[in-house]
């Protein structure tokens, strides 16, 4: 039997069971919406939630200089541990595994001054690999502070891109200058606008950067404020830690397992617990959906009984004129299939139609954008077949069992 007198026979059968069809259909319908919609906002949320995690840098790891809180060969607790530029030079030796480590130094409460426009900062005095550590990137037409800059100390800035707002407005302030407290600075670069979740300090849009030489030179800092390195492996990240700790702890003397001497802000951990969070998350949100499909499924599947039971006699009339029990069989089951294929096709169109209009909401800063990735897509394909096989198997089974003689017999 073809595909067209299939389907044509399958109309014929709903037909006669309109609003069953009906409810059938909507039940697959709203169980393919039910699982696209939600797993492409859990999607949309995972990367929006990385993306602002990248705001923070790229797999970075903050150290930085606390107290101990264990004795250790004779020296108290609660010791403070202050780090300075000589132990990024003696990590970068001594810790392999290591791709860039960058030392910074900070001070809040400094003004910066422009005509009379002012507002309070927090200054950062960083080297030149700074920008790639903690993805601090220029607009077009400016620039990140330079090595040439490092070595004459000058007395250049970058501005973050809410200071600039605030000094600037629409003026264009390349080139022009500003006051640090007293100190005058040229305006090199605007920070590129980025999102960004989690800070320290201050927020990088309400920085300014300038040449680590030149806040030595003009504030004289003797400990740094965090030392940011990023690992060449994100995965080695934690081994790392455990050798900084055992290497700073020879030099200050400190008990490496004095997990509270060092502060170390590790974003690779954080992102392995994001990982798992939103893979619990968007597992949730698929089962909410897929007992819904679970639902339709159901209901096709009795959609398929009442259409086996009303052509008993013509199934009698096929057996006993040739017909194959695996010919019954693939009937049945192909009209559960296109009739679970329908359903899945208006969902998918209205599940398209949701997340479009859901993606003009002014929200994705928070939620994120709703996206149909290929791992969505191939997920609720494996869920419709494996409800249209299932629903459609026991009436195609059941229909295929049937003795040619008592079909025929059936209401006669």
Do not use: C, H
């Amino acid at each position: 039997m073809g595909l067209p007198t299939v389907l044509r026979q399958l109309l014929d059968d709903l037909n006669r069971q309109r609003l069953r069809t009906l409810l059938t259909v909507l039940g697959i319908t709203w169980g393919t919406t039910a699982v696209i919609v939600l797993l492409a906002f859990g999607v949309g949320f995972q990367k929006q939630m990385q993306t602002n995690a990248a705001g923070m840098g790229d797999g970075i790891v903050l150290v930085r200089g606390n107290r101990t809180t264990k004795s250790f060969q004779g020296f108290p607790e609660k010791r403070p541990v202050r780090l300075t530029e000589e132990d990024v030079a003696l990590i970068g030796r001594e810790v392999p595994g290591i791709a860039v480590i960058s030392p910074e130094y900070g001070s809040w409460g400094r003004y910066v001054r422009r005509g009379d426009k002012r507002t309070q900062v927090f200054v950062t005095g960083v080297p030149v690999q700074y920008e790639d550590l903690r993805n601090v990137f220029p607009q077009a037409g400016g620039r990140f502070l330079d090595r040439i800059d490092m070595e004459q100390r000058r007395r250049v800035v970058m501005l973050g891109n809410e200071v600039t707002n605030l000094l600037f407005g629409d003026e264009n302030p390349i080139g022009k200058p500003v006051f640090i407290d007293r100190t005058p600075f040229t305006v090199v670069g605007i920070m590129r606008k980025k999102t960004q979740n989690s800070s320290y300090n201050a927020r990088d849009q309400d920085r300014v950067f300038i040449p680590i030489t030149t806040y030595r030179a003009l504030y004289g800092p003797r400990t740094i404020d965090w030392l940011i390195y990023k690992p060449v492996d994100p995965a080695a990240s934690a081994a790392i830690n455990t050798r900084i700790r055992e290497v700073l702890g020879r030099k200050y003397t400190f008990d490496p397992s004095d997990r509270d001497a060092l502060g170390i802000w590790d974003t690779n951990e954080m992102m392995r617990m994001f990982k798992y969070i939103f893979l619990g998350f968007n597992l949730f949100l698929g089962v909410v959906g897929s007992f819904t499909l679970v639902v339709g499924g159901v209901g096709v599947a009795n959609i398929m009984f009442v259409v086996v039971q009303e052509r008993t006699r013509e199934i009698g009339v096929r057996r006993s004129v040739g017909a194959r029990r695996r010919d019954i069989l693939f009937q049945v089951l192909l009209e559960a299939v296109l009739l679970v294929g329908f359903g899945a096709l208006v969902g998918f169109l209205i599940s398209l139609a949701i997340t479009w209009g859901a993606g003009l909401l002014p929200i994705q800063e928070f939620v994120g954008t709703p996206t149909i990735s290929r791992g969505v897509a191939l997920l609720t394909a494996l869920l419709l077949t494996t409800v249209a096989l299932v629903a459609g198997l026991m009436p195609a089974r059941r229909a295929a069992r049937l003795d040619p003689a008592d079909a025929l017999r059936w209401n006669a």
